[in-house]
């Protein structure tokens, strides 16, 4: 069985959902301390032409654990689907991205940071058909840190097959834990391509998989991640049709 494991990014990029369509098991890595900033309370999606962050509100002590991390008492939810409505409202797939988000926003329940993004990913993923059995680190009472906490959470799912994303590579290597268990660590080689984005006349690389979805749709984007076959973006007549017909900005 291979397995990924990752810590609940907000909004992810579509390279999160790559990994996730080469395991058979994907762990959400939430037993972990929180880092201010990081992808797990923000993400970048495109702005009249430009990367823009959307930020989520937190609240609590530091050196909390992601999984412990309370969402703060803020009217965020309805400040992010303005600002997306005003982003993606007149693209090609901008309804069906602002449906998906209404629905998960409109959870007030959703009152913890990993719960939110969790449901972020999941939604996603089940748009795009990616089904890998997902697992919650905190629920594996592994303990450790880094390397050793990545081995026994491996060994609580009786695998010995990892694929990492290159981020962590320096790490993995130097500290060597993995190989010397035995672990057959693979890292992840997702080729990013260019898609015709809206409003901007060079492509932005590395956006949440917001800006893939609203430009492409589900059907492409689920091939784009997949990293399979070339994206099929929408005719260039009806991507300039959008631009024309673009909202304006937010005040």
């Known amino acids: ?13 579509s ?6 369509t080469e395991v058979d098991c994907f762990v959400f890595l939430d037993d972990v301390q929180l880092q201010k900033p990081s992808w797990q309370t923000r993400n970048r999606i495109l702005f009249r032409g430009e990367p823009h962050f959307l930020t989520l509100p937190t609240r609590g002590c530091r050196h909390q654990l992601i999984s412990e991390t309370r969402l703060a008492d803020e009217p965020f939810r309805e400040k992010h689907l303005e600002v997306l409505r005003h982003a993606y409202g ?25 719960d939110l993004n ?3 990913i999941r939604s996603m993923a089940r748009l795009l058909q990616i089904s890998p059995t997902f697992v919650r680190a905190s629920e594996l009472m592994a303990s450790g840190k880094r390397s050793t906490h990545l ?5 609580r799912l009786g695998s010995r097959n990892y694929l990492s994303a290159r981020g962590s590579a320096a790490y993995i290597e130097e500290e060597g834990v993995l190989e010397e268990a035995g672990v057959a660590v693979v890292y992840q080689d997702y080729p990013v391509r260019p898609y ?8 932005v690389s590395h956006l949440s998989i917001l800006d893939v979805l609203a430009h492409l749709g589900p059907e492409a984007t689920a091939r784009y991640v997949r990293a399979r076959e070339p994206a099929e973006p929408e005719p260039r007549a009806a991507l300039d049709h959008a631009r024309e017909t673009r909202a304006p900005a937010p005040p």
């Open 1 to 13: 069985m291979r397995v990924a494991i990752m810590q609940p990014t907000f909004l992810p990029w």
């Open 15 to 20: 390279g999160y959902f790559h990994l996730m």
């Open 90 to 114: 007149k693209h090609p797939h901008g309804a069906l991205v602002l449906s998906l988000l209404r629905d998960v926003y409109a959870d007030r329940t959703l009152s913890l940071l990993a």
């Open 118 to 120: 969790e449901r972020f």
């Open 151 to 155: 081995l026994e959470l491996l060994e």
């Open 196 to 203: 015709a984005q809206l409003g901007t006349s060079e492509f």
